[in-house]
């Protein structure tokens, strides 16, 4: 699940307009958590995140709606990514709402962990499957495909 450069394993976070701050609050109490993971977030989202927490390691993508969430998305087909927090918000309906379901479909294809909301988010951060340290219940076919 790791990129072989790196000892750390990575993580996504992507957040809908309505759901920044919520990320930016999630990523400030748990900074010291979060120090143990390399950092993807889409553009406004990771900004935000890097100028709130300077001492995570956050790579911005482009905005979702500009193929941030298919960067997402092909780190998770290459197995890169080790999980995925998407704050999503339920109420407003988004321009982008295709891209939106082909990444979370990616996310359930290659069995990622993924937190839609902040209450699963703090879960997942405690969870070793997270980190890489528990046993993937994938596929076999879906296995191959991260080696």
Do not use: W
């Not at 999980?83 to 082909?102: E, S």
């Amino acid at each position: 699940m790791q990129d072989a450069d790196s000892p750390k394993p990575m993580l996504a976070l992507v957040a809908h307009d309505a759901r920044k701050d919520a990320m930016v609050d999630f990523a400030r109490r748990n900074a010291t958590k979060l120090a143990d993971y390399r950092l993807v977030a889409t553009g406004t989202t990771g900004g935000r995140i890097k100028e709130a927490c300077p001492q995570l390691d956050v790579t911005p993508l482009k905005s979702g709606p500009l193929g941030g969430d298919q960067q997402i998305g092909a780190l998770i087909a290459e197995g890169a990514l080790n999980g995925l927090f998407f704050f999503v918000d339920p109420l407003t309906p988004m321009p982008h709402d295709v891209d939106v379901k082909a990444l979370m479909r990616l996310a359930l294809v290659y069995d990622i962990p993924m937190a839609l909301n902040q209450a699963t988010a703090e879960i997942l951060l405690r969870s070793a499957r997270l980190s890489g340290l528990a046993t993937s219940s994938q596929t076999p076919e879906i296995s191959k495909l991260r080696q």
